[in-house]
């Protein structure tokens, strides 16, 4: 079977990127990432693809006419490099229409929260403040709404009364890094399927030691 080709949008630092990178590495993820976009100069993501001579491509959403137009961009920028799955990892806007009429179910975002539980922006923050007892990190498929597309997997962390935005986020964070790679690997698989809100899963063994909660068939 041929490699995944892979696509990745980000703004940050780029560490779910650099997880990936790093199963590819690993040999545990099939796949090729043919590209990096960036919607920012400083995103530290540009150094990490740099390092693992990665393409990298910055455009900024200004210099388009309009946001349909800054999509439409960044989705010829995949074709052209014969991406087959878009992967957002950390990318700070909602996709639009242009994109996802590209790639239909063929992107996926990270959410550091248990969706549809505290979407948008600081998700661990919103559940720091609203004093739940488990938060944790989604990943699913993009549609048009903001962390609304299909549930691919989740996974859950506890949330203590002492917990900060910042050590929850770390705590988060591992496990962000853990099943992203792994949403990437079932997707590579041909293991998902989507069935209007449901995404089956086949076949699908959690790796060891997660707390993950998959729909099992
Ligand atoms: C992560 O918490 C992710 O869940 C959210 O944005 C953050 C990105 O972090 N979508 P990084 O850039 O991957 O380090």
Redo the contacts with the bound molecule.
Sequence with gaps: MSKLTLGVL????????QAIIDEIDAGRLDAEIRLLIVDNVEAY?IERARRQGIENLCLIPGEFQSKDDFFLRIAGELKTRGVELVV???FMRIVRKPLIDAFPYRIL????ALLPSFPGLHGQRQAVDYGVRISG?TVHFVDEGMDTGPVIIQAAVPVSPEDTEDSL?ER??KL?HKIYPEAIRLYSEGRLRVEGRTVKITGYRPPEGHIVNPPLI
């Design positions: 980000a703004s940050g630092r780029g560490s779910n990127f993501a957002l990892a950390g975002n990270i959410h550091p990190c986020s988060i964070l962000e």
